[in-house]
């Protein structure tokens, strides 16, 4: 692919890049890569949802031209919607294509210790194909998507900047900036590690906040955390209506709504019939076997009266606390921890066996209860039944026969447990999968613990009324505990007015949340990204599906043909699909590369102005995405940052309301303002007058 051309403003010395950490690999197993020169993130985020710009600015210091493959440590919840890289000062851009990710890695063995540590359980893998001269750059900029974790208020946002594992040497630049945006009140925005702040602004329902490093070495990550108000629950959506001609299907309308419920300390709880399945087999032993104890200790210390409960814990062969689930009360908790400190770790991994024995004791059950079975495993089932699709409809069938809804969550401990496996039993039953580091045993489960104690609506399903929405995810829906949210999506062909009721049940009768929402009937630019979180959420449905069939079977392939499809077509990074070169650009450039007109400047008007301004330009091609405007005063400080969501050909314009980041009045004076498209720059220049 040719250079994208680049208009360049005369004050281009003003503007940033987004850089950030991942690693060009000349070598994996002897650790050689070129040098990191300098980094930034650019995270945008709105209700949860996180758009993030992450670049590299690497230099060949190597003796030689060389080519090199890039990986980047992608968080297990992150979708990677795009990558370029630019060599020589030429752009060049990814296309999705339908190959599975080539992760085959440069060098005579493996990769090293460190950087197998480095990128983690889901690194993302792109071959560089250019020669990289000695001594030149070469820049790399992915761009992904990621639903943050949410827990009682609290939004958790972290970003891999650690690059000890890889570089000692110093970074010339590390900056950081975050941009958020809540329907929700922002109670605070603060950031946990210890980076300077450069700058910081909370208004509210806005916040923005700055790091800025020079000349010092990247050694520790971006942590950052923001809370929400708590009195201010319900359901927030987001709605926008694309035109079919610039889709590549039909049913332009796409939601996204959170939705969490009433938290206060009045609401009643659901008993709990609940059941914990330890594995002590004897690659339990040593650490995991006790944090496996001081788990299983925290857990029955925190039931509630009304709470039955029993503990099965297998290795070759099964034992149990109690035939049948017991009232919790001081009595049988006691025996219970003593029964727990008793646990030792030996012998097979015998998972179905342990399903034997727990999953018929919930048929003295019923649905008034919230019937749950938390199961932690760090190995594959090496005796009893063994193969995947037969455990799971064994356990599958179980469940069926006791004539009850029991959610099973399953923990994962460890690089050897059987993931699709711990996935499958999960989805099949209201559950969740999640996967732990040996030493996260403890911590990990005694939280998730916490949340799940009081649910407050279960069975949960959702009707519309008029029934105008459509591929509804994640399906099926999720049951609600107390500070959780549930997060939606969906399709609509008809925009309007529509009702939604979330149903469901507790305190054994029906329970209905009803919410009015108002669907767009045009394309709202700054919701851009619910194409992406729609289709991130049915893939995310569909490898369930693709997961519990034989992969070489008709049904598993038809799937996996839809999730390629979907992944291609909606740029959405599937495990069927990665980042490739584009085919073919020299000969039909026109239709990747943007031209000087593709972007217009109108100007800001009035110009000059007393206390407002808009800021007005112009697109003349389709270019999706986030476009920031960034406004300096006359000596090149950043004053302000502002951001538009571009959908589409037309006129946008941005309103300035002469404000700062600390939200005083700009003074009087010369200002200049950068409009950012990611390839393109343009620039002008404005004067308030007071």
Same mark, same amino acid.
């Given at each position: 692919?040719?250079?994208?051309?680049? *208009?360049?403003?005369?004050?281009?010395?003003?503007?940033?890049?987004?850089?950030?950490?991942?690693?060009?690999?000349?070598?994996?197993?002897?650790?050689?890569?070129f040098?990191?020169?300098?980094?930034?993130?650019?995270?945008?985020? @709105?209700?949860?949802?996180?758009?993030?710009?992450?670049?590299?600015?690497?230099?060949?210091?190597?003796?030689?031209?060389?080519?090199?493959?890039?990986?980047?440590?992608?968080?297990?919840?992150?979708?990677?919607?795009?990558? +370029?890289?630019?060599?020589?000062?030429?752009?060049?851009?990814?296309?999705?294509?339908?190959?599975?990710?080539?992760?085959?890695?440069?060098?005579?063995?493996?990769?090293?210790?460190?950087?197998?540590?480095?990128?983690?359980?889901?690194?993302?893998?792109?071959?560089? @194909?250019?020669?990289?001269?000695?001594?030149?750059?070469?820049?790399?900029?992915?761009?992904?998507?990621?639903?943050?974790?949410y827990?009682?208020?609290?939004?958790?946002?972290?970003?891999?900047?650690?690059?000890?594992?890889?570089?000692?040497?110093? #970074?010339?630049?590390?900056?950081?900036?975050?941009?958020?945006?809540s329907?929700?009140?922002?109670?605070?925005?603060?950031?946990?590690?210890?980076?300077?702040?450069?700058?910081?602004?909370?208004?509210?329902?806005?916040?923005?906040?700055q /790091?800025?490093?020079?000349?010092?070495?990247?050694?520790?990550?971006?942590?950052? +955390?923001?809370r929400?108000?708590?009195?201010?629950?319900?359901?927030?959506?987001?709605?926008?209506?694309?035109?079919?001609?610039?889709?590549?299907?039909?049913?332009?309308?796409?939601?996204?709504?959170?939705?969490?419920? %009433?938290?206060?300390?009045t609401?009643?709880?659901?008993? $709990?019939?609940?059941?914990?399945?330890?594995?002590? *087999?004897?690659?339990?032993?040593?650490?995991?076997?006790?944090?496996?104890?001081?788990?299983?200790?925290?857990?029955?210390?925190?039931?509630?009266?009304?709470?039955?409960?029993?503990?099965?814990?297998?290795?070759?062969?099964?034992?149990?606390?109690?035939?049948?689930?017991?009232?919790?009360?001081?009595?049988?908790?006691?025996?219970? =921890?003593?029964?727990? *400190?008793?646990?030792?770790?030996?012998?097979?991994?015998?998972?179905?066996?342990?399903? %034997?024995?727990?999953?018929?004791?919930?048929?003295?059950?019923? %649905?008034?209860?919230?019937?749950?079975?938390?199961?932690?495993t760090?190995?594959?089932?090496?005796?009893?039944?063994?193969?995947?699709?037969?455990?799971?409809?064994?356990?599958?069938? =179980?469940?069926?026969?006791?004539?009850?809804?029991?959610?099973?969550? /399953?923990?994962?401990?460890?690089?050897?447990?059987?993931?699709?496996?711990?996935?499958?039993?999960?989805?099949?039953?209201?559950?969740?999968?999640?996967?732990?580091?040996?030493?996260?045993?403890?911590?990990?489960?005694? $939280?998730?613990?916490?949340?799940?104690?009081?649910?407050?609506?279960?069975?949960?399903?959702?009707?519309?009324?008029?029934p105008?929405?459509?591929?509804?995810?994640?399906?099926?829906?999720?049951?609600?505990?107390i500070?959780?949210?549930?997060?939606?999506?969906?399709?609509?062909?008809?925009?309007?007015?529509?009702?939604?009721?979330?149903?469901?049940t507790?305190?054994?009768?029906?329970?209905?949340?009803?919410?009015?929402?108002? #669907?767009?009937?045009?394309?709202?630019?700054?919701?851009?990204? #619910?194409?992406?979180?729609w289709?991130?959420? $049915?893939?995310?449905?569909?490898?369930?599906?693709?997961?519990?069939?034989?992969?070489?079977?008709?049904?598993?392939?038809?799937?996996?043909?839809?999730?390629?499809?979907?992944?291609?077509?909606?740029?959405?990074?599937?495990?069927?699909? *990665?980042?490739?070169?584009?085919?073919?650009?020299?000969? &039909?450039?026109?239709?990747?590369?943007?031209?000087?007109?593709?972007?217009?400047?109108?100007?800001?008007?009035?110009?000059?102005?007393?206390?407002?301004?808009?800021?007005?330009?112009?697109?003349?091609?389709?270019?999706?995405?986030?476009?920031?405007?960034?406004?300096?005063?006359?000596?090149?400080q950043?004053?302000?940052?502002?951001?538009?969501?571009?959908?589409?050909?037309?006129?946008?314009?941005?309103?300035? &309301?002469?404000?700062?980041?600390?939200?005083? @009045?700009?003074?009087?004076?010369?200002?200049?303002?950068?409009?950012?498209?990611?390839?393109?720059v343009?620039?002008?220049?404005?004067?308030?007058?007071?």
């Amino acid at each position: 692919m040719r250079a994208k051309i680049i *208009s360049i403003f005369i004050l281009m010395i003003f503007v940033s890049s987004g850089f950030s950490n991942g690693v060009a690999i000349v070598d994996a197993t002897n650790n050689v890569y070129f040098r990191l020169l300098s980094n930034q993130v650019e995270v945008t985020v @709105e209700n949860q949802v996180a758009v993030i710009k992450a670049t590299n600015v690497f230099q060949n210091n190597l003796t030689a031209d060389t080519t090199i493959k890039y990986a980047f440590p992608m968080p297990e919840n992150g979708s990677a919607i795009g990558l +370029r890289w630019q060599v020589e000062g030429q752009w060049y851009e990814a296309i999705i294509s339908p190959q599975p990710p080539d992760t085959s890695l440069p060098g005579p063995g493996g990769p090293s210790v460190n950087l197998t540590n480095f990128l983690g359980e889901t690194p993302l893998y792109f071959d560089v @194909e250019q020669q990289i001269k000695q001594d030149s750059l070469l820049i790399v900029e992915l761009t992904y998507v990621q639903l943050l974790k949410y827990d009682l208020g609290d939004v958790d946002f972290l970003f891999p900047n650690n690059y000890q594992l890889i570089q000692n040497e110093v #970074l010339e630049l590390q900056q950081l900036d975050f941009d958020l945006v809540s329907s929700r009140t922002i109670e605070s925005l603060e950031l946990l590690s210890s980076h300077p702040i450069t700058a910081f602004n909370n208004t509210g329902n806005t916040a923005y906040l700055q /790091c800025q490093l020079f000349e010092a070495p990247a050694n520790q990550d971006y942590r950052l +955390r923001y809370r929400l108000d708590l009195n201010e629950l319900g359901l927030f959506d987001f709605s926008t209506f694309i035109p079919d001609t610039l889709l590549p299907d039909t049913s332009g309308g796409f939601l996204l709504f959170v939705a969490e419920p %009433d938290p206060s300390t009045t609401t009643s709880v659901i008993d $709990k019939v609940f059941t914990l399945i330890i594995d002590r *087999s004897g690659s339990m032993s040593g650490n995991k076997i006790v944090q496996a104890r001081d788990a299983s200790r925290f857990i029955v210390d925190s039931l509630n009266a009304g709470d039955k409960f029993n503990i099965v814990d297998f290795a070759s062969t099964v034992s149990a606390f109690r035939n049948s689930h017991v009232p919790y009360a001081p009595q049988t908790r006691d025996s219970a =921890l003593t029964y727990i *400190s008793n646990l030792n770790a030996s012998g097979l991994t015998n998972i179905s066996g342990a399903f %034997d024995v727990a999953v018929p004791q919930f048929s003295a059950a019923n %649905d008034s209860t919230a019937n749950i079975i938390i199961f932690f495993t760090d190995g594959m089932a090496t005796t009893g039944i063994t193969s995947t699709s037969t455990l799971v409809e064994h356990i599958d069938q =179980l469940v069926t026969t006791t004539e009850t809804n029991v959610m099973i969550f /399953c923990f994962g401990i460890g690089t050897d447990a059987d993931e699709q496996l711990l996935t499958l039993i999960s989805a099949h039953n209201n559950g969740l999968a999640e996967f732990l580091k040996n030493d996260e045993l403890y911590s990990r489960i005694t $939280k998730f613990y916490l949340k799940i104690r009081n649910p407050v609506l279960l069975n949960t399903s959702i009707t519309f009324n008029p029934p105008i929405l459509h591929e509804i995810y994640p399906d099926p829906l999720p049951n609600l505990y107390i500070g959780q949210q549930m997060i939606v999506s969906a399709r609509y062909l008809q925009p309007g007015q529509v009702e939604i009721n979330l149903n469901g049940t507790a305190f054994t009768h029906p329970v209905v949340y009803q919410y009015e929402v108002n #669907l767009s009937d045009t394309a709202a630019n700054r919701y851009q990204f #619910l194409t992406k979180i729609w289709a991130k959420q $049915k893939i995310e449905n569909m490898l369930v599906q693709y997961y519990s069939y034989d992969p070489n079977s008709a049904q598993a392939l038809a799937i996996k043909e839809q999730i390629v499809w979907l992944s291609v077509n909606y740029g959405v990074i599937s495990p069927f699909t *990665s980042f490739n070169p584009p085919i073919g650009i020299e000969e &039909d450039e026109e239709l990747l590369t943007y031209t000087p007109n593709s972007f217009e400047l109108i100007g800001n008007f009035p110009n000059p102005f007393n206390s407002t301004t808009k800021i007005q330009f112009k697109v003349n091609q389709f270019a999706p995405g986030i476009v920031k405007i960034k406004i300096f005063d006359s000596l090149g400080q950043l004053m302000q940052i502002l951001t538009i969501q571009v959908n589409g050909e037309g006129i946008y314009e941005v309103l300035w &309301d002469g404000k700062l980041f600390n939200g005083q @009045e700009a003074a009087s004076g010369l200002y200049i303002y950068i409009i950012d498209f990611g390839n393109t720059v343009l620039g002008g220049k404005m004067m308030l007058i007071k």
